[in-house]
């Protein structure tokens, strides 16, 4: 049976311990269904090698896969046709490719980290889109006064892209990272620049700012995709934390994503041979709640397919979390 459109692929039950995964997929050919079963390995492998734009979301793994093309959502496909107008899926991979070569020249050549992000295309998908709070910030953004919303970290831009097709108010929107290979990448990507794109985009690095800085205590939202985990301690963290409660106003909120463990732990990553910290769930959640935060909502989501196979002593998950700044006289 040859299936060349993969609807939804429903987590059906998993038994980490006989390290079997089975996974009901639904093929838009005959709209039936077959009940597969394949080792965690080989999962993880097909999802790495073939499929971009898999999701987890309400218990649902969802491909939604252009018949045509391996590596390009639906949603992803959606975004560049709307906002840059490319309309046809080889000229969108194409495109994709060559963005993602740019980036990995550039970041050797100076000696940089090429991000799991640029290598697995995550930087050119619509990645927040799929979060719990996502539709909430786009309410916030037609409800709130001055609703300044600033992506740290933002790299290409592409999250902030979606937010702006998605009726967030142009004039409030603001990206920055640390490197200016990425907001100029962006540019690129979404075949716009500086003049013609309404967002705000500048390079900057939270760890200089003080209290000083002109965005404090101005921003309404804070998101921060991708980023705590990249942070090599738990001190890194927290000081990074403390720096966005300078940019909130009082009320504001933070949201974001990044991978979290089950306990805070530094360990070898075979594959770059090189230390990762991961900190656990709880101590994160507790440390947003010291730095002021209340109202604290966190989802996890597994990490088929983006794990190496190293043996750990620990699980790591993806996590999206969700927070309201009230800070008391301690916090101030």
């Known amino acids: ?31 039936n269904y077959m009940l597969m079963s394949h080792t965690i390995e080989a999962y993880q492998t097909a999802i790495t090698n073939n499929f971009l ?9 969802t491909f939604n896969m252009a018949a045509n093309s391996s590596i390009i959502s639906r949603e992803t496909f959606q975004l560049y046709k709307n906002y840059s107008g490319i309309d046809n899926y080889h000229d969108l991979e194409t495109h994709l ?94 075949k716009d620049n500086p003049t013609t794109c309404p967002i705000r985009f ?22 921060a995709g991708s980023v705590f985990h990249l942070l090599d301690s738990n001190e890194k963290s927290k000081q990074f934390l403390q720096h966005i409660t300078w940019l909130l106003r009082p009320g504001g909120i933070l949201v974001g994503g990044h991978v979290c463990a089950d ?20 101590q994160f959640e507790h440390m947003l709640s010291q730095e002021g935060f209340t109202n604290i909502r966190i989802e996890t989501q597994p990490r088929l397919g983006e794990e190496e196979n190293d043996l750990h002593d620990f699980t790591a998950f993806w996590i999206s979390f969700y927070g309201e700044y009230r800070p008391s006289s301690t916090n101030i």
Request: proline letters at 2%; aromatic letters at 14%; charged letters at 25%.
């Open 1 to 31: 049976m040859h299936i060349n459109h993969v609807c939804i692929l429903k987590l059906q039950a998993v038994d980490f311990r006989c390290r079997k995964l089975y996974i009901i997929i639904r093929a838009s050919i005959n709209e």
């Open 53 to 61: 734009g898999c999701i987890w979301h309400s218990g649902n793994l």
């Open 97 to 190: 490719n060559k963005i993602k070569k740019k980036l990995e020249v550039v970041n050797e050549h100076e000696g940089k980290t090429n991000y799991r992000c640029i290598q697995r295309y995550k930087f050119a998908c619509p990645r927040m889109y799929h979060r719990f709070f996502y539709k909430e910030l786009i309410e916030l953004g037609g409800k709130l006064e001055a609703p300044y919303l600033l992506d740290v970290g933002c790299c290409t831009g592409t999250d902030i892209r979606k937010l702006l097709l998605d009726g967030y108010p142009k004039q409030y929107l603001i990206g920055m990272d640390i490197e200016q290979c990425y907001i100029d990448s962006g540019y690129a990507l979404f």
């Open 202 to 223: 500048f390079v900057d690095d939270i760890f200089t700012f003080d209290k000083t800085h002109f965005l404090c205590g101005t921003i309404a939202i804070v998101h």
């Open 263 to 282: 306990q805070s732990i530094q360990y070898l990553r075979q594959s770059t041979n090189s230390l990762k910290y991961y900190m656990g769930i709880e």
